[in-house]
């Protein structure tokens, strides 16, 4: 099994990114995802998760508000609005052992290469 994310890159401060995770086999057949990051120099910290039927999702307070995650039986997605130079970071996605995703990372199986998004002020 493998997930892959998409989509990071260079933006100014108030714009926007739509970040895609693909998977192989059946990574997010039954399961939840969630997406962290990592900024330089700090720990891994959990972004936004959502449940395997899409019904329930969980969010970082930080980005509550400028942050949707979001599913379809392909990939799942986490829409970036009102960037800040605090969001820079490397992106992962990973796949939960169960069906809702935990703002825990220990509860996730399989993780993704990560992707650089870069907010400038």
């Known amino acids: 099994v493998q997930l892959q994310a998409f989509g990071g890159g260079l933006v100014q401060a108030g714009g926007f990114l739509r970040l895609s995770c693909a998977a192989s086999?059946?990574?997010?057949?039954?399961?939840?995802v969630g997406w962290f990051r990592q900024a330089p120099g700090k720990e891994r910290s959990f972004v936004a998760g959502?449940?395997?039927?899409?019904?329930r999702t969980s969010y970082l307070d930080s980005v509550k508000g400028r942050f949707t995650i979001s599913r379809d039986n392909a990939k799942v997605y986490l829409q970036m609005n009102g960037l800040k130079p605090e969001d820079t970071a490397v992106y992962y996605c990973?796949?939960?052992?169960?069906?809702?995703?935990?703002?825990?990372?220990?509860?996730?199986?399989?993780w993704g290469r990560g992707t650089l998004v870069t907010v400038s002020s």
């Open positions: 086999g059946r990574a997010f057949s039954n399961n939840g």
């Open positions: 959502i449940s395997w039927r899409g019904d």
């Open positions: 990973a796949s939960a052992k169960f069906a809702i995703a935990s703002p825990r990372s220990n509860e996730y199986v399989y």
